[in-house]
Nanobody, 114 residues
């Protein structure tokens, strides 16, 4: 499966962006979709997760500001990011794990200016 994240860009602090993650094939019921991010010089960081049925989980750093969702019919997930902060500046990636193998999409750059 191929994943592609898009929708990043440059935004001022306090602004919003909506990222999308499109899969090249059907994502199965047992496959959660994850969002991660990686800032320059830092390790990749977990951001959010959504199950097939829509249960969600967030890192403390984004809880209350970001919302993850998915459209199973379109094999697409979304990350709505509000109240963005300069520290949210990163490359954002989506990911699934299939049969124990992680698949990563090409990331999308989000830059938040102060």
């Amino acid at each position: 499966v191929q994943l592609q994240a898009f929708g990043g860009g440059l935004v001022q602090a306090g602004g919003s962006l909506r990222l999308s993650c499109a899969a090249s094939e059907t994502i199965s019921r047992g496959e959660d979709i994850y969002w991660y991010r990686q800032a320059p010089g830092k390790q990749r960081e977990y951001v959010a997760r959504i199950t097939w049925l829509g249960a969600t989980n967030y890192s403390d750093s984004v809880k209350g500001r970001f919302t993850v969702s998915r459209d199973n019919a379109k094999n697409t997930a979304y990350l709505q990011m509000n109240s963005l902060k300069p520290e949210d500046t990163s490359v954002y990636y989506c990911s699934i794990t299939r049969l124990g193998v992680p698949y990563w999409g090409q990331g999308t750059q989000v830059t938040v200016s102060s």
